[in-house]
């Protein structure tokens, strides 16, 4: 599982309209992936394996699953003023951080900033895109989930809606950086999460893409048309 696979229900949600009734596609990826991690580490709340007799108990907890990785993605994007030993620790044995990790390595080269700071950012932008799926639970009015997507998907996003959502204080204030960085570490933090929203919607772009076929047969048809009528 990675982060692709969580981005991608999230735009499936947004194609669907809404969350669906039954099982929830994100409180399934969200509670299995915690769900190992908690009866790997913790003993206080056993994870009971998933069974047809316990689907009402699992839907219970739909807001749960996202929930809780929300939870702990404000840990960590309110955990940096000073904490470097709390955050590394908490994102090593964290899952969430794990499927984040790819991206705040490069997030802090690209930007050169560090590591800790990097890993503020990509929480922030994750949480941020999560809080508009249906379970998650929090305010999503900040800005215009659909607006945004589609300008991920062509690589062109309206740096404006840093500014506008307020995103470019609050990283400013939780970090330390300046403005203007805090504003282009967002962008370059977004459009590494676009690129996965590119994979998570070309399945919908890639289906149309039959007519080869249809040119084919109707120039073979035109030529062996021809060549008969001049031959007869």
Known sequence: MSMEDILKVLVNSRQQGGSQQGADPMTQLIGGLLGGAQSQGQSHAPIAPPSYYQQQQQSQ???GGLGDMMGLLEMVM????????????????NPIMLLLEPYVGK???KMNIPPQIAMTVVSFVAYKLLAHHPT???????????ALLGQMNSGKIDKNIYQTS??????????????????KTLDAAFNMFGKQIKTAA?????KPKV????KGLRSTGMKSGVKTKRSG
């Open 61 to 63: 907890q739909q807001t």
């Open 78 to 93: 309110g955990g940096n003023q000073g904490s470097t030993g709390m955050q590394s620790s908490f994102a090593g044995g």
């Open 107 to 109: 997030l802090a080269k």
């Open 136 to 146: 998650s639970g929090r305010d999503s009015n900040s800005f215009n989930l659909d």
């Open 166 to 183: 307020g995103m470019v204080s609050e990283i400013s204030r939780s970090t330390g950086l300046d403005e203007a960085t805090a504003a």
């Open 202 to 206: 070309a399945p919908a772009t890639a």
């Open 211 to 214: 007519t080869p076929g249809v």
